[in-house]
């Protein structure tokens, strides 16, 4: 399960890097077709309430990097986890690689839902009004999943 779960998280974390480095090429190239002014805010309508220069754009992008880079680093030290359960030798690959698991996931949801607030930030677009469960529903359908394996596992 291990093994298969490093597979995995490798083909997510190639994911995450061409989402990351391709919005950066979408929003280098459409550029100069980019308002100078974009939503830099919605409300909970996904109603855009502030609006920011077109620079602010780069930021989402960064911050989805910088949470890429972190949990990537995390998951290289599985024995500083605190994992709601026991760990024990007869137990600690299973408990780490459903742990694994949970945070190859998170880190794909995260990186496209930023990815996609920069694309619908650079068309100056509202938010839809599915967005949002679109991404927080299988969120936290992820983490309640992994949980319950994890309690399973023990």
Request: with cysteine; aromatic share 12%.
């Amino acid at each position: 399960m291990l093994f298969g779960n490093r597979f995995i998280g490798l083909i997510i974390n190639i994911l995450c890097v061409l989402q990351i480095i391709g919005i950066i090429i979408y929003l280098l190239v459409a550029w100069n077709s980019i308002p100078d002014l974009i939503p830099g805010h919605f409300n909970a309508s996904g109603e855009v309430n502030r609006w920011d220069s077109k620079g602010t754009l780069f930021i989402l992008p960064g911050i989805a990097a910088v949470i890429f880079v972190g949990m990537t680093i995390i998951e290289r030290f599985p024995h500083l986890w605190n994992t709601g359960v026991r760990v024990t030798e007869e137990n600690k690959y299973r408990i780490y690689g459903i742990l694994r698991g949970l945070l190859y996931s998170v880190k794909l949801i995260v990186v496209t839902m930023f990815s996609a607030i920069s694309i619908i930030q650079s068309t100056t677009q509202t938010l839809p009004a599915w967005f949002l469960p679109l991404f927080i529903f299988p969120l936290m359908i992820t983490i309640v999943f992994h949980i319950v394996w994890l309690i399973r596992a023990r």
